[in-house]
């Protein structure tokens, strides 16, 4: 239709639009359809079995067009019967080994299914790949407009609360639980199996749900409880004061729920339970269930649902159920889980933040349970809604209160003049930075959870402030309340969504659903000049959305643009300012460039000084300075300055110098490094390339001090898993102490990292040329569990050294059997506590420093090879935390060609201190081969202390290198 629109000028357009009264607006499509389910269940619980016996029975009309052959059920008890469902594949994927470690009786699993269809027998297939789907195949076509009554018995297996189904003691968690069919819509089956990150798509329709439990548990579940005799007793009941489980009764009662135009049903049983119960208008109500141990931060819950409920009410529409509930309980993924009607709240939740999770989660009863999105497969859809809502509701209530993104210590001032959802542009372009990013409409099993959160909940959060900025607040409200209405119940998907925007706002949203949603592009508007009268703009960006502008003190909507656009804007005189985006609605990749001041000696945002490190200032240039006071035993005391351009987000190009001078050596000591790092988010198999040039200076003794230059070029690539990092590394090193000539390595590694467990591994291969040498090894890691917490990690090195100058050589680049220590480090990779101790003088405490590579004994000794070497390492766990036992075992070809050494295989053993992993760790020898014992009793004589190493690596903390480890932020 619009395209015959255009033959009509504006103007006419205008006037035949007021002549006729015609209105467009978007309707539901005419291919529209929806199955209607409606559903019985008789449960029971067993408390001493953690079981349920139950039946159901399901009226399925088919309202498509289509005969149905068959109906796909979803079993999601199944997701925990065993390791090789979604579920188990999935934990294991996002590094999580509690499920891979229970046991049978901890797991869970639904059986004893006998369907009938119309009373006659059916048969229920197993999906090929998932346990917790099948298929029920109908004895005869389910035609258009036809009705079936299915039924079946079930047994059901309560798992302990390893995701959102369980039960924690005698405290149950029911959800998914019964036999549930699958949707059935335009796009066809929507069958999939049950996993953590990904929620849930659901048929609406009635429930009636009896639950028989014993008489003192406390049930809350979606819909309304119609048995006046529990409500008599809920009104009276007194507050538990124990967290001890009390006796079930012998008595049992039966707890009768019915809820209308639902897609699911969960409920909740606790005989701890605090019950609060409040009316909420004329015809709804509200109730909480809460633990002793939380009745101080409970209290206020009902006045958190109330709010809740007046907030989405007065935003969308009339919650289309009679009661709500929250409730207290444990939950194996995230901080609240929704269902229609009813909320699971975690143990941890406190506070505000209690309240900010309730008003999350009710909100969820709008976005999933009234407009049934399939969260599977857009989860952007309700939890990106639901965070702008949830924002806005802070915005409202706590107004002075800004997130600073859980690190308030880090956040500068500059920061409290943005608004409190600026934390989800925030958040977001920190993913970015860490080349993390991707479009935000993926399916949920795309993403690992950090991406999940930030994709599927932040960044729509910005992109929605952009889009209210573009229509209009009060426009925006005006057409999510119309899309309420027309879509309530039904199953909208973002195909409907955009059409009904773009139609009711009269806009083009291309830039909001294929620029911000659907893809990694980006929008980053600047001001190149004001000339001639005329305020140049520019779109280093690759989308275009509408931009605001602030020329002096006033506001202009601008339609977005790509390259450049020029703006007629005359009388500006020196002093007066131009501002895009002045109260940060817009998402933005870049605001340093979002200011300019006519007559100004810069457009450039200005430089700022800040103290240690912490989040980068949005509008200006951040450089941070900080004391440092270091330490070595050459050196001695050496106070110096910390000086870097960048900590959080990360930048694409930063700097960090640390200029010392040492006291006790009288000369200038330090560090510096460059990065330059480049994120290919469209590359299929090439992640980013980062290049980083570094340097530093310390003392060898007091008279020499050391020089190293390194230059690393390192492409990082993409594995199809984000638990697999594969990088290739080229390194020119040269290093040079006074006096003497300089020395240059060139280093080609390549690194295959694997987190999954059970069975996390690394390995890499590494070339090293050097004046008359190559050499070349792998070196490989893995870990072994006994059970969660215990476990074995093995290490394999094997090593080849070929001369081609034998004579003119350099020193100590042999293969060593006791791994890398001062006295042998030849490209001074460690950093070490005191270079000047050596073996020769084991007194000084940094004569035992060691890094455990190569042969990685701890009893030192000087054996070396110029040709091969193969060791290889056992370190096990204890019952004791830090403590573990260890062992390592080496061979040299030709090394036993003397008579000196006892066996073709040397070994020594021990104990270790692990007290940080891999960053400080010391090991005290025990047993070793009888020549490595002679070797170290000549060294060492008889002083057992002498022979104890020890690891101190603190670069492996370093905050810089900490960042690229995002889960440690948030």
């Known amino acids: 239709m619009a395209q015959n629109w255009k033959k009509y000028s504006g103007i006419k357009l205008l006037i035949l639009s007021l002549f006729l009264g015609l209105t467009v607006r978007a309707q539901i499509p005419d291919s529209y359809f929806q199955q209607e389910v409606h559903t019985k269940i008789h449960v029971s619980l067993d408390d001493s079995t953690h079981s349920l016996h139950g039946e159901i029975f399901i009226s399925y009309k088919n309202n498509s067009p289509d005969s149905l052959s068959n109906i796909w059920f979803h079993l999601y008890p199944n997701a925990y019967k065993n390791q090789g469902t979604a579920l188990a594949e999935q934990k294991r994927e996002m590094q999580q080994s509690d499920f891979y470690f229970s046991n049978a009786s901890e797991r869970g699993y639904i059986d004893s299914l006998q369907f009938t269809v119309n009373d006659e027998d059916a048969l229920l297939i197993p999906h090929e790949a998932h346990i917790d789907i099948a298929k029920l195949r109908l004895n005869k076509p389910l035609l258009p407009g036809e009705k079936i009554e299915i039924y079946s018995p079930f047994y059901v297996k309560i798992p302990e609360t390893f995701s959102r189904f369980g039960h924690s003691g005698q405290a149950y968690y029911i959800s998914q639980w019964y036999p549930k069919p699958a949707v059935y819509d335009a796009s066809g089956w929507h069958a999939f199996p049950y996993l953590d990150i990904g929620e849930f798509y659901s048929e609406y329709g009635d429930y009636e749900v009896i639950i028989d439990v014993p008489a003192n548990y406390k049930v809350a579940a979606s819909g309304q409880l119609q048995t006046k005799s529990e409500r008599s007793w809920l009104a009276k009941l007194p507050d538990s004061k124990s967290m001890e489980f009390p006796k079930s009764d012998s008595v049992r009662k ?210 929605f402030y952009h ?73 280093k960006g690759n989308i275009n959305p509408p931009l605001i502008l602030k020329i002096r003190d006033s506001i202009a909507k601008i339609d977005g643009f790509s390259e450049k656009q020029s703006i007629y804007y005359p009388g500006l005189t020196k002093g007066d300012s131009i501002i895009i985006d002045p109260e940060f609605q817009m998402l933005e990749q870049n605001r340093m460039n979002n200011t300019y001041q006519i007559g100004s000696f810069s457009k450039k945002s200005p430089i700022k000084l800040r103290f240690l490190a912490g989040i980068n200032d949005f509008d200006r240039h951040n450089i941070y300075v900080s004391p440092v006071p270091a330490f070595n035993g050459v050196d001695g005391f050496m106070p110096g300055i910390l000086i870097s351009n960048s900590f959080l987000p990360v930048k694409s190009l930063e700097f960090r110098l640390m200029p ?57 690539f993409r594995t199809g898993s984000y638990n697999q990092k594969l990088s290739l590394e080229t390194r020119f090193i040269s290093t040079s102490v006074a006096g003497f000539a300089p020395k240059h390595y060139q ?60 004579e003119n050589h350099p020193n100590n680049i042999n293969f060593r059997l006791s791994g890398t220590h001062t006295s042998n480090d030849y490209l001074f990779e460690m950093n070490a506590i005191n270079r000047a101790a050596t073996m020769n003088s084991p007194e000084l405490l940094g004569a035992r420093q060691m890094t455990p590579n190569q042969g990685g004994f701890v009893l030192y000794s000087p054996i070396s090879s110029n040709n091969q070497m193969l060791s290889f390492s056992l370190s096990s766990s204890t019952f004791v935390k830090f403590l573990r036992v260890y062992a390592n075992f080496a061979a040299f070809p030709g090394l036993y060609e003397s008579d000196f050494y006892d066996s073709n295989l040397l070994f020594d053993s021990g104990i270790e201190l692990q007290i940080i992993p891999d960053v400080f760790e010391i090991y005290f020898p025990i047993l070793a081969s009888e020549s490595i014992q002679q070797i170290n009793e000549s060294i060492y004589s008889e002083n057992y202390f002498q022979r104890i190493g020890f690891r101190l690596s603190l670069d492996l903390i370093n905050p810089w290198d900490l960042r690229f480890k995002p889960e440690l932020l948030f």
């Open 747 to 806: 280093q080609i590694e390549v690194k295959l990292t694997e987190l999954k467990p059970p069975y996390p591994f690394e390995i890499s291969i590494t070339v090293e040329h050097g004046k008359a040498y190559f050499k070349t090894w792998l070196e490989a890691f893995a870990h072994i569990p006994y059970t969660q917490r215990l476990g074995l990690d093995l290490r394999l090195f094997a090593g080849h050294l070929h001369y081609y100058d034998f």
């Open 660 to 716: 010392l001078y040492a006291v006790k050596t009288n000369r200038f000591t330090g560090t510096g490094r460059i990065d330059i790092r480049h994120w290919t988010e469209k590359s299929e198999w090439l992640k980013g390339i980062q290049f980083s040039s570094y340097a530093k200076r310390f003392s060898l003794n007091e008279d020499l001090a050391y020089h190293k230059l390194e230059q690393n070029l390192r492409l990082m």
């Open 254 to 463: 039966q707890l009768k729920f019915t809820a209308e135009n639902i897609h699911d049903f969960a409920w909740f049983a606790d005989k701890r339970f605090c019950v609060r119960h409040e009316r909420y208008g004329n015809d709804k109500e509200i109730w909480t269930y809460f633990l002793p141990d939380s009745k101080t931060s409970w209290e206020n819950s009902i006045n958190y649902l109330r709010r809740s409920m007046d907030f989405f009410t007065a935003e969308i529409g009339e919650l289309p159920y009679p009661s709500i509930t929250a409730i207290q309980g444990n939950l194996g993924v995230g901080g609240g889980m929704e269902y229609p009607g009813i909320t699971l709240i975690g143990h941890e939740a406190r506070g505000s933040g209690l309240e900010l999770i309730i008003m999350h989660e009710v909100g969820h009863n709008w976005f999933y349970g009234a407009l049934g999105f399939n969260e599977r497969v857009f989860p952007w859809m309700d939890e990106g809604l639901v965070s702008f809502y949830e924002n806005k509701y802070m915005e409202k209530h706590y107004p002075s209160q800004h997130a600073n993104y859980g690190m308030k210590p880090l956040a500068s001032k500059t920061w409290e003049k943005s608004e409190a959802h600026f934390e989800s542009e925030f958040q977001y372009n920190l993913l970015k930075s860490l080349g993390l990013s991707r479009p935000a409409n993926l399916h949920s099993e795309a993403y690992d959870m950090l991406s999940y959160y930030i994709l599927s909940y932040k960044k729509p959060v910005a992109a």
């Open 467 to 539: 889009l209210q900025a573009a229509v209009g607040e009060e426009k925006l409200k005006a057409i999510m309340q119309d899309f309420y209405s027309l879509w309530k119940n039904k199953h909208p998907n973002p195909d409907v969504f955009r059409e009904f925007l773009e139609t009711e706002s009269g806009q083009d949203l291309s830039w909001f659903f294929d620029g911000f949603i659907g893809s990694t592009d980006y929008a980053d508007y600047t001001i190149r000049n004001y000339k001639n009268d005329s305020i140049i703009l520019a779109n």
